[in-house]
């Protein structure tokens, strides 16, 4: 009989369900995602031009990407007003808002480490 290896991902948080750790990665991961979320978690509402100006590097095109994704994950609420020219506001939703706690626990982290340097 062959036996499997298993990996931190693998490991089951109770013996029915799975770690759901390379779902959550998949919903927040990458280099933008994060970065999007804190400023609508913490910061609020904003439109498109807003956020951009908001996260230095970013391109329209990656941050329309991004926000798509985060939208379709249900992590950010898109809202467009019937106005000419369209106005789009992006905000975080009741999912995205509960991860304020896992940026305070970063932040927390941070400032602990090494006098957070």
Not at 45 to 59: E, M, N, Q, V, W
Not at 68 to 94: F, N, Q, T
Request: net charge positive.
């Amino acid at each position: 009989m062959s036996q499997t290896r298993t990996t931190p991902v693998d490991v089951a948080i109770s013996d029915t369900v799975p770690c759901p750790a390379p779902r959550v990665i998949g919903m927040i991961g990458g280099k933008w995602k994060l970065l999007i979320l804190q400023i609508l978690i913490f910061q609020g509402t904003k439109r498109f031009g807003a956020l951009r100006k908001s996260i230095d590097g970013i391109t329209q095109t990656m941050l329309t990407n991004q926000l798509r994704a985060l939208e379709a994950d249900g992590l950010v609420i898109r809202k467009v007003y019937a106005e000419v020219p369209p106005r789009v506001e992006y905000s975080a939703s009741k999912d995205g808002l509960a991860l304020a706690p896992v940026f305070t626990s970063m932040h927390d982290w941070w400032v602990n480490r090494s006098g957070g340097a």
